[in-house]
T-cell receptor
Framework: GESVGLHLPTLSVQEGDNSIINCAYS??????FIWYKQESGKGPQFIID?????DKRQGQRVTVLLNKTVKHLSLQIAATQPGDSAVYFC????????????????FGQGTILTVHP | EAQVTQNPRYLITVTGKKLTVTCSQN?????MSWYRQDPGLGLRQIYY???????DKGDVPEGYKVSRKEKRNFPLILESPSPNQTSLYFC????????????????FGPGTRLTVL
């Protein structure tokens, strides 16, 4: 498939280990954050989101942590599987005047996760 | 089947020849957006639309136009394409009404690979 990950940060883990992917965001006004997974040759896939009034949110095998003080976001994947191998992006957004969370979305550079059997 | 479709999937064109990449969704979503993806730069938002006849610039709108005359369609128009618009383009749609965002309401299209010679 087409490579979109040249010079991206990489993380290699063994199957069954826990993975932590980090993201620094820049806009103090951002109040909504999303993690996406992108497999080779496919479009991004929503994983989990979190609003700025929360510090932590859990999904199925995934947890997102938000530290607004240092503008840092992390994605934790428990018991990582080979199918988790992909590029992971964080995205930030500011609520618009209408109150919905989706306005202008700004994506991070991405991190390549490789899971070895 | 709920989906976002993009056409064409692949396009090679020459500088200055106007082109349109279509995006259509069958889920009655309000929010639609266009992104470009380049190696090492992640996804960058070009334009987004909160609803019919409501569009706004993303991070990299220069050289692009969009329209939202009906809810299901959000075409991306390159009036005079240039080589620096060679990229992988993704359209996305999101349901923004009815409460907080959820994993069931975000969809990305399969991508359009554009080469401008």
């Amino acid at each position: 498939g087409e490579s979109v990950g040249l010079h991206l940060p990489t993380l290699s883990v063994q199957e069954g280990d826990n993975s932590i992917i980090n993201c620094a965001y820049s806009n103090s006004a951002s109040d909504y954050f999303i993690w996406y997974k992108q497999e080779s040759g496919k479009g991004p896939q929503f994983i989990i989101d979190i609003r700025s009034n929360m510090d932590k949110r859990q999904g199925q095998r995934v947890t997102v942590l938000l530290n607004k003080t240092v503008k840092h976001l992390s994605l934790q994947i428990a018991a990582t599987q080979p199918g988790d191998s992909a590029v992971y992006f964080c995205a930030e957004s500011s609520s618009n005047a209408g109150g919905t969370s989706y306005g202008k979305l700004t994506f991070g550079q991405g991190t390549i996760l490789t899971v070895h059997p | 089947e709920a989906q976002v479709t993009q056409n064409p999937r692949y396009l090679i064109t020459v500088t200055g020849k106007k082109l349109t990449v279509t995006c259509s969704q069958n889920m009655n979503h309000e929010y639609m957006s266009w992104y470009r993806q380049d190696p090492g730069l992640g996804l960058r938002q070009i334009y987004y639309s909160m609803n019919v006849e409501v569009t706004d610039k993303g991070d990299v709108p220069e050289g692009y136009k969009v329209s939202r005359k009906e809810k299901r369609n959000f075409p991306l128009i390159l009036e005079s394409p240039s080589p620096n618009q060679t990229s992988l383009y993704f359209c996305a749609s999101i349901m923004t009404s009815g409460g907080p965002p959820s994993t069931d309401t975000q969809y990305f299209g399969p991508g359009t690979r554009l080469t401008v010679l």
